[in-house]
């Protein structure tokens, strides 16, 4: 089915298809929600602590709850060391993933306070702002706050003229031909809405499109996981 | 037809679909559907659609039993930390007799625990209040956190597990809704029995046939079921514990 | 950054269990250690990178290892830095941005502990000398905080030290590939020292505090030992907190650390080389 240069995936996968992947709610016991979320070498941790009274008082909105999101991948998850602490890319990442979880938490009900989010990798193989967005709707969801819908993202691409979804770190460098182009994508679970969309490479609307779609069934399987982890971890409780 | 069916949900599900449907706490209509607008069980009751959340954090609500500690005094009040957003405050008016407020400090002071209600639930906080018969403040013993969720598994159905930690401990046990257990006991060796057993039950509060496992823990611990005569005096603890049952 | 509240009967109760009865809310002895329990694989990237947990205390840590130029006063010696992050993930009471002086401290203590026991083998991270050294980094990440995260974060780094492994070094680029040897770091694992901390709660010197031991006690005392054929040598140390140690306190503190170390010691090494 594929043209051009990539045929067959390095790892073997279709290329609808996602790396295997697992999720867990309740990691890290004291916080208010917590989950993870793994697919093939790319892990990422969520934490949420909130809501809290924000300080200081003249940051508080009386209306609404603010949603605080903070990315940051761990020194030891990639190959060459990461300085710890804040970096450009990590803050634009934390942003970026604040304004797709924003659309569908909702806290007008906790004026005056904050929700943190907080998303850290301890391993990176490409897709790392979306296995972060995974991992944050489920420790969301955890933290049994309002939310009107979930929230599911992949990474879909294209490397050299084949689309394909859950771009790994061998696809995201594979240079011939067209090269590769990453789209991460955040896509809402009821609504079937774009929360999150960037866009690095070279590709037509067309393909864009395809790509989408491509991207949205992916998102189902992936709602999938995180829906059984939170079903799972809740289901003797009643 | 009284139906109840119980299922765990998540965000953005439907719970069900018909306009005779009702959505209450935790739900929202969407055209047909009623919708999950959290993570939680979702209990439908005569047509009658709420999510109860099982994690986060915990929000108060009017009528609510809280323990808490004092973290500031204000000239007319005092302010708690309850372990959720912000602090709630307690005025000086709330208490059981007439406190000057030049001895405010006296009444009550910094670090020092109370067992309040929550009469009023703003969007710039909470008020507490102490007036009432059963709540005020508390010494000697611990204070436990096990999460606002967990209350009702350590309540047991009608306070039946409270009432079974309580006969095998002979400690006083309260159990306030935002998560915190009060427990007060002569003997240190025995409210540390008393945290042992409440620890088993949040660690196992998903478990099914929790009692059972209970009884068996408490067997296990060495303690035998008998009821101590300081349970009979202390009515006012028992009656703040059962308000907590919803 | 909400500040830690102590209801005032929990703290007299914690002190009164301890000065009484030797026993902790817990239903730990003073000197009892919580159980360690470790697992790998956290990142097929890292040298090592695993994580410990003490109880509910969490940590991930990783170590790195990458070509540089060394020092000029150090010329055949490679070089080695721990840090410490005490994200806001792991305790309401960490703030984000910049390590606060608390990991700061901890960071420092746990780095003294290593670098002045002699574990690391500076003189065999030579490549070249005066051109190529190894630089050694420790990364250690608090995921959750149930309290003593000091002596958690020092025995995670011994342990990711002791698994971690040389990566090959392409000679022509001076980096280091993708891909690891199978041969270990080069430790002087005779030389290892490990850091136990040890707090004054009530008047009872206590192991491997909880949370709420770690924010009443008066003082601390970071205790870093080794083994001198059989028998203990301290090889660094640091009191923390305003309060002061007298004679007693002092004397207990030694004789806890003995103990611990005694129980402990063999266990890291096990977990470090096995």
Known sequence: MAEGLYTKRFDGRTFEECRPMTAKVGVVPSADGSASFETGDTKAIAVVRGPRTLHPQHMQNPRTGILRVSYGMMPFSVWDRIRPGPSRRSEEIGKVSEWALSSVVDLSGFPNTVVDVFIQIPKADAGTRVAGLNAAAMALAHAGLPMKEMLSAIAAGKADKTLLVDVDKAEEDFHDGEGATDIPLAITSRSKEIALLQLDGKISPEELTTSIEMAKKACDDILKVQMEALKNAGVQNG | MAEKTRQIVIPGETICTGNEFLPGDGAYRDKTDIVANRYGIANVFEKHVKVTPVTGAYYPRRGNTMIATIVDITFNGWLLDFGGAGNAFLPVSEVSRYVNKNEMKEFLDFGESVIVKVWDVKARGVDASMKMRGFGKIEGGMILTVGPNKVPRIIGREGSMVKMIKDATGCNVTVGQNGKVWVSGNDTGMEVATKKIIEFITENATIAGLTAKVENFIKDMGLKNNKPEIIAENTDEDKATEEVEN | ?274
Not at chain 3, 121 to 139: H, M, R, S, T
């Open chain 3, 1 to 274: 950054m909400g500040e830690y509240v102590m209801p005032n009967l929990q703290r007299e109760k914690i002190e009164e269990y301890l000065d009484e009865a030797g026993k902790r809310l817990d239903g730990r002895n003073a000197n009892e250690h919580r159980v360690i329990i470790v697992e790998d694989d956290i990142s097929p990237a890292a040298a090592s990178a695993i994580r410990v947990k003490v109880g509910k205390t969490e940590v991930l840590c990783g170590v790195h290892l990458a070509p540089t130029t060394p020092y000029p006063d150090s010329p055949d010696e490679g070089t080695f830095m721990t840090g410490v992050e005490l994200h806001p993930m792991a305790s309401q009471q960490f703030d984000i941005g910049r390590p606060k002086i608390n990991a700061i401290e901890l960071g420092r203590v746990v780095d003294r502990g290593i670098r002045e026991s002699g574990f690391i083998d500076f003189k065999g991270l030579c490549i070249e000398k005066g051109e190529k050294v190894w630089q050694v980094f420790v990364d250690i990440i608090a995921i959750n905080d149930d309290g003593n995260l000091l002596d958690v974060s020092g025995i995670a780094a011994l342990i990711a030290l002791g698994r971690a492994r040389m990566p090959v070094y392409n000679e022509e680029e001076g980096r280091a590939e993708h891909e690891f040897t199978t041969n270990g770091i080069p430790l002087n694992k005779k030389a290892m020292s490990l850091n136990m901390t040890f707090h004054q709660v009530g008047k009872t010197i206590v192991t491997d505090v909880s949370k709420e031991e770690e924010h009443i006690s008066k003082f601390r005392v970071s205790i870093a030992i080794g083994d001198n054929d059989g028998k203990p040598r301290i090889t660094a140390m640091q009191k923390g907190k305003a309060g002061t140690i007298n004679v007693t306190a002092m004397q207990d503190v030694l004789k806890s650390a003995e103990e611990t170390w005694k129980e402990l010691f063999p266990k890291i090494k096990e977990y470090a080389f096995n």
